[in-house]
């Protein structure tokens, strides 16, 4: 003899199509999304990456420069296996005499489009006393 709940919990023992077929659309949403964040976050990273190197490169020059002697310090670029052009300027008798600017620019192409880092620094003569 059945009584009225124990064929009501035969009958409701698993689960319709139905709630099958939300629960894979739900999960189908959350695992897109997902998806979505990882490929964002992996293009922020290669992006950052490559605004570290160029810093680098663009620190870099400006250091070689500064070991070079005022009178010697000239207009030149590099370029690096990687796609990487460095390219420095020197204007003598900026911002005043006994001074030269150096402005140093790096430039790399990022998705198709042309990127750039420069950084600017003074390089003074010093005389002897």
Not at 3 to 8: C, E, Q, V
Not at 10 to 29: P, Q
Not at 36 to 47: D, V
């Amino acid at each position: 003899m059945f009584t009225r709940d124990a064929h009501k919990t035969k009958r409701d023992a698993g689960f319709t199509l139905v709630e099958v077929m939300v629960a894979l659309v739900v999960i189908g949403l959350a695992a897109s999304a997902t998806a979505t964040g990882m490929r964002a976050t992996t293009n922020l990273l290669g992006m950052n990456e490559r605004h570290s190197r160029a810093i680098t490169l663009t620190q870099a020059a400006i250091e070689d420069l500064r070991t070079v002697d005022y009178d010697d310090i000239v207009d030149g670029s590099s370029t690096t296996e990687d796609g990487f052009t460095t390219v420095w300027h020197i204007q003598g008798s900026t911002p005043g005499p006994g001074m030269k600017l150096i402005t140093a620019n790096t430039s790399w192409k990022w998705r198709g489009e042309t990127q750039n880092y420069t950084l600017h620094t003074v390089y003074s003569r010093i005389s002897p006393n």
